[in-house]
């Protein structure tokens, strides 16, 4: 399968601070990505996707940010809270409703 | 709506026993998935489905079954379970290419241990 990887495993900011989550893809093909939230004993949660003719795509205090160009992909989170505190994973598909591919995740800790 | 349920939450086997995990889903998708998570390691799928009465092996099939006969539910099954085989599962459903939506509901996962 492809591989979705994450640039760094863990990440501490304050709260308050910007977060900038990133994550690698290697299929030039992906057309559509997701970001996913995982709280410690739950399952993974939609936070924010892209599709691969965008570039950049705002939510509610998240951004993700596309460069298709070097097969990159990152989330950011304004301000951020201790309830944003989990570990996040990116996941690509390029067989729209069939198989995801998840990065490795990366866990955010959010110091008060 | 309940989302996505799974059950049992938790199960020690012994190797060698067998065992079904239960996924249902109340929001009438096409599609749903399973998946297991190691540690330090990302969401693997197993198999999925796109509709009732269709499966399909996903990255690491081996060691487990599954069906589909009801359009809500999506069991998968170890039919001789071993330690590697010692993870959480996830099932997850989506509405699929319905819409173009693919956005994947998570049920909140099934700890099982093979001693």
């Known amino acids: 399968g492809e591989s979705v990887g994450l640039h760094l495993p863990t990440l501490s900011v304050q709260e308050g601070d910007n977060s900038i989550i990133n994550c690698a893809y290697s299929?030039?093909?992906?057309?559509?990505f997701i970001w996913y939230k995982q709280e410690s004993g739950k399952g993974p949660q939609f936070i924010i996707d892209?599709?691969?003719?965008?570039d950049k795509r705002q939510g509610q205090r998240v951004t993700v940010l596309l460069n298709k160009t070097v097969k990159h992909l990152s989330l950011q989170i304004a301000a951020t809270q201790p309830g944003d505190s989990a570990v996040y994973f990116c996941?690509?598909?390029?067989?729209?409703?069939?198989?995801?591919?998840f990065g490795t995740g990366t866990s955010l800790t959010v110091i008060p | 709506n309940a989302g996505v349920t799974q059950t049992p939450k938790f199960r020690v086997l012994k190797t060698g026993q067998s065992m079904t995990l239960l996924c249902a889903q109340d929001?009438?998708?096409?599609?749903m998935y399973w998946y297991r998570q190691d540690p330090g390691m990302g969401l693997r799928l197993i198999h999925y489905?796109?509709?009732?009465?269709?499966?399909a092996k996903g990255e690491v099939p081996d060691g487990y079954n599954v069906s589909r006969l009801k359009k809500q539910n999506f069991l998968l099954g170890l039919e001789s379970a071993a330690p590697s085989q010692t993870s959480v599962y996830f099932c997850?459903?989506?509405?699929?290419?319905?819409?173009?939506?693919?956005?994947?509901?998570f049920g909140p996962g099934t700890r099982l241990t093979v001693l």
């Open positions: 929001m009438n998708h096409e599609y």
């Open positions: 489905s796109v509709g009732e009465g269709t499966t």
């Open positions: 892209i599709r691969s003719n965008m």
């Open positions: 997850a459903s989506s509405y699929g290419l319905a819409g173009g939506l693919n956005e994947q509901f």
């Open positions: 996941a690509e598909t390029f067989m729209p409703g069939n198989q995801f591919y």
């Open positions: 299929n030039s093909a992906s057309d559509y």
